[in-house]
């Protein structure tokens, strides 16, 4: 069993700055690439930055973040962040956090979500 569990999400005004953690657990091998996606009402899930694993630490960003966001992890700690600036009304949407996972030495790498958190920019 694997668990992703997010925090950090909350109510900002526009300009301001909130960070997401997400924390991986469970029956764990190794873990590739980690990231953050979002959801706002009425759209498609979107990705907005990912990060893989290794001493590179390799991101990727939505363009609309770019500049704004910035992606971390902690692989000790199985943990990926999310740190966002500057941050605008249209970045309102649940934030779920995604990490593809090997649970043993010959299983196939899988996808695993978490719950979400819900992050609103309004003033």
């Known amino acids: 069993q694997v668990q992703l569990v997010e925090s950090g999400g909350g109510l900002v005004q526009p300009g301001g700055s909130l960070r997401l953690s997400c924390a991986a657990s469970?029956?764990?091998?190794?873990?590739?690439?980690m990231g953050w996606y979002r959801q706002a009402p009425g759209k498609q899930r979107e990705l907005v930055a990912t990060?893989?694993?290794?001493?590179?630490?390799?991101?990727n960003y939505a363009d609309s973040v770019k500049g704004r966001f910035t992606i971390s992890r902690d692989n000790a700690k199985k943990m990926v962040y999310l740190q966002m600036n500057s941050l605008k009304p249209e970045d309102t949407a649940v934030y779920y956090c995604?990490?593809?996972?090997?649970?043993?030495?010959?299983?196939?790498?899988?996808?695993?979500w978490g719950q979400g958190t819900q992050v609103t920019v309004s003033s």
């Open positions: 995604n990490a593809k996972i090997k649970t043993t030495w010959y299983s196939i790498m899988s996808d695993y």
């Open positions: 469970g029956s764990i091998f190794s873990i590739n690439a």
């Open positions: 990060i893989i694993s290794g001493s590179a630490g390799s991101t």
